[in-house]
C-alpha cells in the first residue's frame, strides 16, 4: 500500500503560522494534492503541487519534494475558521493520486 | 451538473438489508471516485472509475460491496447484507483527467 503519514492532530493560535507535514512512499508523476475538510463537510481542494518548491496562494502556501517524499502546507496569519482537517493526497500514478492520507485536525484558539 | 450530487443525504438500514447509493458527477468529468469515512477518520478509499476502462476495486473491502458506472455519468455503490461496522459517510468525487478531485455531500449511512 501507500505509507503515508501526517501528524495526527495540531493545535495553534490565532494569528500564528502552522506547518502540517506529510511524508509519503508512494511513487507517480502526477502531482500532490492538500484538501481542507470542516467537521460535517466535504473536502475542497487548497492546492496542488506537481513541481518541487514552494507553492504560495494567499495565506496558504505548499512545498513538495519529490525525491524526498516530502510536503508541507503552510498557514499564515491563522483564523478560526482554519480549525479543520488537513488531508494531502501523494503523487500517483494516472488516476492513483487520490488516495488519502490519515488527515491532520489543527485547532485555531483564540 | 453545477456539483457533485450524492442520494440519499441520510440512510438508516437494518443489518442484512442491501442498500444502494447514487452518486451524479459533475458533466464531462471522466473519473469518477468513491470513499467511505467513518465518524473521526481519513478517507478510506473505495474504487475508481475512469472512462470506459475497467474499474480500480482495490479499495472495496469485501465481495459486499461493489459500485457500477454507466459511460461517465451515474455511479451506484451497493452494500450487500449490511452490518454495523458499515455505518460511515460514503463520498463521491468526480475529476477531469485526474485533476482536482470536486466532492459531493456524501451519504450519511447508519446500519442499526
Known amino acids: 500500500g501507500q505509507n503515508i503519514d501526517q501528524p495526527t492532530e495540531m493545535t495553534a493560535t490565532e494569528g500564528a503560522i502552522v506547518q502540517i507535514n506529510c511524508t509519503y512512499q508512494t511513487s507517480g508523476f502526477n502531482g500532490l494534492f492538500w484538501y481542507q475538510q470542516h467537521a460535517g463537510e466535504a473536502p475542497t481542494f487548497l492546492s496542488y503541487?506537481?513541481?518541487?518548491g514552494l507553492e504560495e496562494k494567499g495565506r496558504f502556501s505548499s512545498f513538495l519534494s519529490r525525491s524526498k517524499g516530502y510536503s508541507y502546507l503552510l498557514l499564515k496569519e491563522l483564523q478560526m475558521k482554519d480549525s479543520a482537517s488537513y488531508l494531502c493526497a501523494p503523487p500517483g500514478n494516472y488516476g492513483q493520486n487520490f488516495v488519502f492520507g490519515p488527515g491532520t485536525r489543527l485547532s485555531v484558539l483564540p | 451538473g453545477a456539483g457533485v450530487s450524492q442520494s440519499p443525504s441520510n440512510k438508516v438500514t437494518e443489518k442484512g438489508k442491501d442498500v444502494e447509493l447514487r452518486c451524479d458527477p459533475i458533466?464531462?468529468?471522466?473519473?469518477l471516485y468513491w470513499y467511505r469515512q467513518r465518524l473521526g477518520q481519513g478517507l478510506e478509499f473505495l474504487i475508481y472509475?475512469?472512462?470506459?476502462?475497467?474499474?480500480?476495486k482495490s479499495g472495496l473491502p469485501s465481495d459486499r460491496f461493489s459500485a457500477e458506472r454507466t459511460g461517465e455519468s451515474v455511479s451506484t455503490l451497493t452494500i450487500q447484507r449490511t452490518q454495523q461496522e458499515d455505518s460511515a459517510v460514503y463520498l463521491c468525487a468526480s475529476s477531469l483527467d485526474g485533476r482536482e478531485a470536486f466532492f459531493g455531500q456524501g451519504t450519511r449511512l447508519t446500519v442499526v
Open positions: 458533466s464531462g468529468h471522466t473519473a
Open positions: 472509475f475512469q472512462g470506459n476502462s475497467a474499474p480500480d
Open positions: 503541487n506537481v513541481l518541487d
